[in-house]
């Protein structure tokens, strides 16, 4: 197995808590797994901890109790390094996770620099491939954030993820800043990335539209616990759990990206 969450418990200490060490616990007990070549939604709503769950995943904090396996080796407890190359991760705010001061070629070195030693030319060869795989040419080298648009950052931003050949990528709210047609542009680059890099993702979202477009399986998260599995997509429409339900039917009667994904889907 890819990735295993098994029972993994957050809570943080609350800012003004009158009585001292008072926390608030995030997540409870939650437990999942990822199977190689997959794409697992985790969708619920705001605050539930979806993207505690992603942060502590990439390993950047560290779960209260319970264990998280990648590759089968528990990540608070081996050489981190190892398993960190497994992992990358794109966030919703491309804005402010490419820094403005950097050039492109600058952002997307930046893992390589921590993973590999090449030689500059290597580099750039590497940054141009990369560049390629997302659907950018080698002119945008040198230019910085501000002079792209937000899909084309956004696809900056998954070619430094994918710089170091991970296993998966945690895509938190990785298409929620974008424009409709331009985040059905980025689904299908990142679902082409999968086939071509043999890649497997964590897709966290609040969005099920897109969940139906891009994931094998999902889960419902509600207040730090899963409520409710789906391991066939075909089957999204049987849940049964109260808030799964009502996820689903706000998607279906508010959402008309379906009708646009499928017009961009055949064009
Ligand atoms: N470092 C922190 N210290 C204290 N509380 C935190 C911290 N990080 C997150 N929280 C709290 O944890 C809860 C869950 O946050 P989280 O960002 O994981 O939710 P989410 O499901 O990803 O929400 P959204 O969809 O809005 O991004 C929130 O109430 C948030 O305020």
Redesign the pocket.
Known sequence: MLLEVKNVYKS?KKPFGIIKKESVE?LKGVSLSLKEGECLGII?E???????LGRLIIGVEKGDCGSILIDGIDISKKNRKVEKEKVSVVFQDYGSSANPRLKIIDIISEPIKVFEKLSKKETINRIIDLLEKVGLSKEYLYRYPHQLSGGQLQRVCIARAIATNPKFIILD?AISSLDVSIQVQVLDLLIQLKKELDISYVFIT?DLTAVTYICDRVVFFKEGNIVEEVNCMNKLKNVKSQYAKALLHAAMTMDSREEIYEVQRIS
């Open positions: 943080y995030i619920g705001s605050g539930s901890g979806k993207s505690t709210e609040h």
